[in-house]
């Protein structure tokens, strides 16, 4: 594999700040599903941080609550070192001028009955930025830096194939100058020969623009390729948070060891000596769940202690963090293949 991103220098100024970010969804009688439970995290200027979980883990909506297309239900976000609220209009409306999101279905994203021109140049004008004529001139720089051409503005989206509909994407994400930009499973709708072009293109334009990624994916390969650090959630909280190689070579949650044994190995006898780690029980509810480790239920090694006390993420070894009580004892885990 190729160089990973995070070899890359990164600014440790952070620029989004979560603190107990909780979004939770009325699901009716008396009962509240738990999608995002308490997150806390940065986001440093300049890194990609990838966040990676099974379907179902919470990754889309923190994603969406940190764009604001979600209110949370508690929490704080900081965006710069200010506080952002964004229940309040105009302080979601100066949010998206410096933070925008990259969906993960190219197509249902993109409005069929507008141009391919209107719709990258709709935020500029929302934002009043640059007069008619400079937008215009906008979008055919924007549409030739994803790699498409000038040409294209006036056809619409159904005319292009999954490949070119997420470079449009890209290009509305970029067209009011972001410094932030969410990357909701850009590549899962896609074919896997285009996937490496989209992921290559947003690398490239991370280090011609300066921009901060969070990087959300299933694909841990693809997530340790373009990642600085990494995220994993399970059920709605954060269980591990290190830098990309760190938590590939010391991977200390059960939860995170039995997720990166999954990953197949690109050579047959590795792949067939590889051990694998089959989890055992279901997974649990986020609809009211049990006190305790959410991943109690499923963990081979869970204690009494693990099924009545929630564990807190703290960090135990360098900027590496664990929500994981049976990690006390061992402080390091053994690498996983």
Same mark, same amino acid.
């Given at each position: 594999?190729?160089?990973?991103?995070?070899?890359?220098?990164?600014?440790?100024?952070?620029?989004?700040?979560?603190?107990d970010?909780c979004?939770?969804?009325?699901?009716?009688?008396?009962?509240?599903?738990?999608?995002?439970?308490?997150?806390?995290?940065d986001?440093?200027?300049?890194?990609?941080?990838?966040?990676?979980?099974?379907?179902?883990?919470?990754?889309?909506t923190?994603?969406?609550?940190?764009?604001?297309?979600?209110?949370?239900?508690?929490?704080?976000l900081?965006?710069?070192?200010?506080?952002?609220d964004?229940?309040?209009?105009?302080?979601?409306?100066?949010?998206?001028?410096k933070?925008?999101?990259?969906?993960?279905?190219?197509?249902?994203?993109?409005?069929p009955?507008?141009?391919?021109?209107?719709?990258?140049?709709?935020?500029m004008?929302?934002?009043?930025?640059?007069?008619?004529?400079?937008?215009?001139?906008?979008v055919?720089?924007?549409?030739?830096? $994803?790699?498409?051409?000038r040409?294209?503005?006036?056809?619409?989206?159904?005319?292009?194939?999954?490949?070119?509909?997420?470079?449009?994407g890209?290009?509305?994400?970029?067209?009011?100058? @972001?410094?932030?930009?969410?990357?909701?499973?850009?590549?899962? *709708?896609?074919?896997v020969?285009i996937?490496?072009?989209?992921?290559?293109?947003?690398?490239?334009?991370?280090?011609?623009?300066?921009?901060?990624?969070?990087?959300? *994916?299933?694909?841990?390969?693809?997530?340790?390729?373009?990642?600085?650090?990494?995220?994993?959630?399970?059920?709605?909280n954060?269980?591990?948070?290190?830098?990309?190689?760190?938590?590939?070579?010391?991977?200390?949650? @059960?939860?995170?060891?039995?997720?990166?044994?999954?990953?197949?190995?690109?050579?047959?006898?590795?792949?067939?000596?590889?051990?694998?780690t089959?989890?055992?029980?279901?997974?649990?509810?986020?609809?009211? @769940?049990?006190?305790?480790?959410?991943?109690?239920?499923?963990?081979?090694? %869970?204690?009494?202690?693990?099924?009545?006390?929630?564990?807190a993420?703290?960090?135990?070894?360098?900027?590496?963090?664990? *929500?994981?009580?049976? $990690?006390?004892?061992?402080?390091? %885990?053994? %690498?996983?293949?």
């Amino acid at each position: 594999m190729a160089e990973t991103a995070n070899n890359q220098a990164v600014d440790n100024q952070v620029l989004v700040s979560l603190h107990d970010i909780c979004k939770y969804f009325n699901v009716g009688r008396g009962k509240t599903l738990k999608a995002v439970d308490g997150i806390t995290l940065d986001i440093r200027k300049g890194e990609t941080l990838g966040v990676v979980g099974e379907s179902g883990c919470g990754k889309s909506t923190l994603g969406r609550v940190v764009m604001g297309i979600y209110h949370p239900t508690k929490g704080q976000l900081t965006y710069n070192g200010k506080v952002v609220d964004l229940k309040k209009t105009r302080d979601r409306f100066n949010y998206s001028k410096k933070a925008q999101i990259i969906f993960q279905d190219p197509y249902a994203s993109l409005n069929p009955r507008m141009t391919v021109g209107d719709i990258i140049a709709e935020g500029m004008e929302i934002h009043g930025m640059y007069d008619k004529a400079r937008r215009q001139e906008r979008v055919y720089e924007l549409l030739e830096t $994803v790699g498409l051409n000038r040409e294209h503005a006036n056809r619409f989206p159904h005319e292009f194939s999954g490949g070119q509909r997420q470079r449009i994407g890209i290009a509305r994400a970029l067209a009011i100058e @972001p410094e932030f930009i969410v990357c909701d499973e850009p590549i899962s *709708a896609l074919d896997v020969s285009i996937q490496s072009q989209v992921i290559n293109l947003l690398k490239e334009l991370q280090g011609k623009l300066g921009l901060t990624y969070m990087f959300i *994916a299933h694909d841990l390969n693809i997530v340790k390729y373009i990642s600085d650090r990494i995220a994993v959630m399970y059920l709605g909280n954060l269980v591990e948070l290190a830098d990309s190689d760190e938590i590939y070579a010391h991977t200390l949650h @059960p939860y995170s060891q039995a997720l990166l044994a999954s990953v197949p190995i690109p050579d047959p006898d590795r792949e067939a000596q590889k051990k694998a780690t089959v989890l055992g029980g279901d997974v649990p509810s986020p609809i009211n @769940p049990k006190p305790g480790c959410k991943f109690a239920g499923r963990c081979p090694r %869970a204690t009494d202690r693990c099924r009545a006390e929630t564990p807190a993420l703290r960090e135990v070894r360098p900027h590496h963090f664990v *929500a994981c009580h049976l $990690v006390e004892s061992e402080q390091e %885990a053994p %690498a996983q293949a």
